[in-house]
């Protein structure tokens, strides 16, 4: 892997950043103090931080709405006739939806 030569990554005499820089949380790269976002981690535009972003956030959502209604479809049938099938399923279908919708809703923006 080559080294991006777009930004400066000079450091002061001691070891520390030279001013104006600042090092991302994520991936330790020196990347401009005023930067809304890291070109390393996000994309040169910041499009893939913000679909990644929103695929997290959509499976989370779609994981906690799977999730209840499991538990609201195994509380109306009783627990003696759920099945994991239909639960797993349905959790992890609701998952798997909310990562489309939470990228497609980032890619718009």
Same mark, same amino acid.
């Given at each position: 892997?080559?080294?991006?030569?777009?930004?400066?990554?000079?450091?002061a005499p001691a070891g520390e950043p030279a001013q104006g820089m600042i090092a991302c949380p994520s991936? &330790?790269?020196?990347? /401009?103090?005023?930067?809304?976002?890291? +070109?390393?981690?996000?994309?040169?535009? !910041?499009?893939?931080? #913000?679909?990644?972003?929103?695929?997290?956030?959509?499976?989370?959502?779609?994981?906690?709405?799977?999730?209840?209604?499991?538990?609201?479809?195994? &509380?109306?049938?009783? /627990?003696?006739?759920?099945?994991?099938? +239909?639960?797993?399923?349905?959790?992890? !279908?609701?998952?798997? #939806?909310?990562?489309?919708?939470?990228?497609?809703?980032?890619?718009?923006?």
């Open positions: 892997m080559g080294v991006d030569q777009r930004l400066p990554t000079a450091t991936c &330790s790269q020196l990347v /401009p103090a005023g930067a809304p976002y890291c +070109p390393y981690c996000c994309g040169e535009d !910041g499009r893939r931080g #913000a679909l990644m972003r929103g695929a997290m956030l959509g499976w989370l959502f779609g994981f906690l709405t799977g999730g209840l209604a499991s538990a609201a479809w195994s &509380s109306y049938v009783g /627990p003696e006739q759920t099945a994991w099938t +239909p639960v797993l399923m349905t959790t992890f !279908g609701c998952a798997a #939806a909310g990562v489309i919708i939470g990228m497609i809703v980032s890619w718009r923006r």
